[in-house]
């Protein structure tokens, strides 16, 4: 569970009280930290021009509780709603004048000015309707932070793929913090929101040429609260990048047109480029406010030009050569190609299937709501977004989870726990008080971290519940059971695996050995593979099963994009370590063979229904004890190739094996467990399989795939049968193997250089000894690509060990 840190003491840029307000000066940052007096919107308007305040939405708080303060001075000659809608419109057109590029501040006019226009009767309550909502904008822009810090933390951990429990390192530009904003801050916030939930190793702030916000004010909000923090130049960011020590990016913004464009502080773009070229996560933490819909992209933007003195004198004294020509434009544009995503308070704007941004669409949606995060009761009938209290009335009202936990009278010394990760789906531990639990998992109609503007489909938890279900009735000791499927809830209650049962790869990267894990995953494997199959029920209760299972679409086509197309051509999603394994990655973009063999396992993938996969068996797929195993997570379940499976566990395997040099220690006992686990996980299922199949694999219909007419002597079948039905079966396995190779290899290969990596190599922090393990991953990868066909499985652990060699 997520440890929380208390938050550190943050600045502030504006102080405010009815008839007052005062600034921090943040010119005179960091060496004096002076407030100044604004006593009226001309003076408001001085202060925005001359970035005494600056940051898109500090400037728009201050520029309406400017006019708060005018309007409390004035209120005595404002005798009807009309004059005080005149004297609004008359401020507040000024003051948009100030800095035009920032959309906040023209958001903030035409909100406030429409509410002047909509208000009738007396002058004072006019004056008092519209002081309200100036100071409503103050509180609401904290809130507003905090939550655009939640969720881009939660974006930025996602993107970057670490275990959870690893911190990581982020970029900013400019300053987005507390000095930028009424508190808290945007780019900054998230990593302030990483700070407080201990995910942040570093922060490093580009000093942000020519007016150096960076450096005065960044670091300045960094040394202050003394996060762990380096100050760089601006050139020095893709140097950084190249090192390696940059994990994700994430920046600020003063507009951000419909299709993704952004405008921010100039230099934004170079950074942008650079994170592209490195692989690394680039986002956009910014209000609702500041998402302008009505401007179609970043060329419409009108891009504010500064003084070129700026450029050419530091502290009044002149630097650059007479006579040169200076341009010196605030902001610049980053191409929404660039960007991952857009962070706002609602959620986050994710790019659609088409790769584009829709931020037209996601501000119609979330500007619904009054709400900080996205509206969690939207779905289809029947669905209500549980919570931890209401997930508790949920059990006590279905008798399957109120049994489970010891029945509904014991309702009161229940307590819940959400333990999900902050991505897709809540997970609750349901207590009830006297060492029982359950688990509830509720499946929402959309991205949990990013919101209703990324849909997904709800039947993808009846995906899962119906596979565990039916993995659960072929292989009760390693499957949790399921007490309860609720359709319209999207909800699945099963078992709690209790401690010390540990997700099985944290357990492998703390060099632990699971004895019995081969033999429970080769129990598993023969079993749910066996049983789901045509030679366990027949061709045609295999069509049927397959018609009422359904395909899985969204999470085959997204098998189908990430392990079997995009390693192997330039995509957005991949990564890897950079620059140790560019060449690497370059290298499978141009091998021909590769090329030919990963599109051959695609067509298995696509085309093989021959039995029900879990579908994604890794190693985060699997719960353990030295003397108990548990699949969990059936999320990608569909029809497929046996292979598929098989080949997803020893993948994993061989990757643990490859990772075991980049840790501390001698992990001599480990590598040889692993590789000793690759050969028994196999010798297990290839025996057990052929066990069941020559118990019931022979039947009597020719619906099966060896009919009792051509190999059962008592059903009239010739020659020697017990000897086809081997040799047949030799055969079968064979193929079997081979898929089970390749598909291993297109694994491996992925979770090197493609979009979601391992934890057993990503958890090692050298990057060349990372590298030297992922560089032979890759090498044992293609090899079972290419020669699946010929290879054993001693020849596979040979081959793992000649490599390492």
């Not at 029947?382 to 936990?405: H, I, N, Q, R, W």
Request: glycine share 8%.
């Amino acid at each position: 569970r997520r440890s929380i840190t208390m938050a550190a003491p943050t600045l502030e840029a504006i102080r405010y009280s009815r008839g007052k307000l005062q600034l921090l000066d943040q010119l005179k940052l960091p060496t004096e930290t002076v407030f100044m007096d604004v006593p009226d919107c001309d003076a408001c308007w001085t202060a925005i021009k001359d970035m005494n305040v600056r940051g898109a939405p500090a400037i728009a708080i201050a520029a309406a509780l400017a006019l708060a303060v005018d309007l409390d001075g004035a209120k005595g000659s404002l005798a009807t709603a009309g004059d005080v809608s005149a004297f609004v419109a008359t401020k507040m057109d000024h003051l948009n004048t100030s800095r035009p590029t920032a959309v906040n501040l023209g958001e903030a006019v035409a909100r406030i000015k429409k509410l002047a226009a909509s208000l009738d009767g007396s002058g004072e309550d006019a004056v008092e309707a519209v002081i309200a909502e100036c100071e409503g904008m103050l509180a609401a822009d904290i809130a507003n932070n905090r939550a655009i810090g939640s969720f881009g933390a939660d974006a930025l951990c996602a993107a970057v793929g670490k275990p959870a429990n690893v911190p990581i390192r982020v970029l900013t530009h400019c300053n987005t913090g507390s000095l930028a904003t009424a508190g808290f801050g945007t780019a900054l916030g998230v990593v302030r929101a990483l700070r407080e939930t201990n995910r942040l190793e570093h922060i490093y702030c580009n000093e942000t040429r020519p007016y150096n916000q960076g450096a005065r004010l960044t670091a300045y909000e960094i040394a202050f609260e003394k996060m762990p923090g380096t100050l760089i130049c601006d050139s020095a960011a893709a140097a950084l990048m190249a090192k390696g020590k940059v994990d994700a990016v994430v920046v600020g913004a003063d507009r951000v047109a419909d299709n993704g464009d952004t405008a921010n502080k100039i230099g934004t773009y170079n950074l942008a480029v650079s994170a592209k070229y490195h692989n690394v996560p680039f986002f956009v933490a910014a209000p609702l406010s500041t998402l302008d819909p009505s401007t179609g992209k970043g060329a419409d933007i009108v891009i504010e030009d500064r003084p070129a003195s700026e450029i050419t004198h530091v502290l009044g004294k002149r630097v650059a050569a007479d006579g040169i020509d200076v341009w010196n434009p605030s902001f610049d544009v980053t191409p929404a190609a660039l960007i991952a995503g857009i962070i706002t308070e609602k959620g986050v704007v994710a790019k659609t299937a088409g790769g584009e941004f829709a931020v037209g669409k996601f501000v119609a949606a979330a500007s619904g709501s009054a709400a900080a995060a996205p509206k969690l009761s939207s779905g289809p009938p029947g669905f209500v977004a549980l919570d931890c209290d209401t997930v508790l009335d949920y059990c006590a009202a279905k008798p399957e989870a109120a049994g489970a936990l010891g029945g509904a009278e014991g309702r009161s010394a229940w307590s819940a726990e959400e333990v999900g990760d902050g991505n897709i789906n809540f997970v609750y531990i349901v207590r009830n008080g006297a060492g029982g639990a359950i688990i509830v998992k509720q499946g929402l109609p959309f991205v949990r971290v990013v919101g209703e503007s990324w849909p997904l489909t709800q039947e993808r938890v009846r995906y899962e519940a119906e596979a565990l279900m039916i993995a659960h009735g072929y292989c009760s000791q390693h499957v949790p059971e399921v007490h309860l499927y609720d359709a319209p809830m999207s909800v699945i209650v099963m078992r709690y695996l209790e401690p010390p049962h540990i997700i099985l790869r944290g357990g492998i990267i703390a060099g632990t050995v699971y004895p019995a894990l081969a033999a429970h995953v080769g129990e598993y494997l023969a079993t749910t593979l066996f049983g789901s199959s045509a030679l366990a029920i027949g061709c045609e209760q295999l069509r049927k099963a397959r018609h009422a299972f359904g395909q899985n679409e969204d999470m085959c086509a997204l098998t189908e994009q990430v392990i079997f197309t995009e390693p192997y051509a330039k995509a957005d999603n991949n990564h890897w370590t950079s620059p140790q394994l560019d060449d690497a990655a370059a290298a499978l973009r141009a091998d021909s063979e590769l090329k030919s063999a990963i599109c051959s396992l695609k067509k298995r993938f696509a085309c093989d229904g021959a039995a029900l996969l879990h579908g994604d068996l890794h190693t985060g797929s699997i719960m353990c004890t030295e003397s108990t195993t548990f699949v969990i997570d059936h999320e990608f379940a569909f029809y497929g190739p046996l292979g598929f499976d098989v080949g997803a566990f020893l993948a994993n395997l061989f990757l643990a094996y490859f990772a075991q040099d980049g840790y501390e220690g001698d992990r001599t006992a480990q590598r040889q467990w692993l590789l000793a686990c690759v050969k028994e996980t196999w010798a297990t299922f290839e025996r057990r399989f052929r066990e069941l199949w020559s118990a019931s694999g022979v039947s009597d219909s020719t619906a099966g795939l060896t009919p009792a007419a051509l190999y059962d002597a008592g059903a009239g079948a010739e020659g020697d049968v017990a000897e086809a039905l081997k040799a047949h079966q030799v055969a079968y396995m064979r193929e079997v193997l081979t898929d089970s190779f390749g598909f291993a290899g297109a694994k491996m290969t992925r979770r090197v250089v493609g979009i979601a990596h391992v934890a057993d190599l990503e958890s090692i922090k050298d990057q060349d000894a990372r590298a030297r393990c992922e560089r032979r991953a890759l090498a044992c990868g293609r090899r079972f690509m290419l020669e699946a066909g010929s290879l054993s499985i001693e020849d596979a652990v040979a081959m793992a060990e000649g490599l390492r060699a």
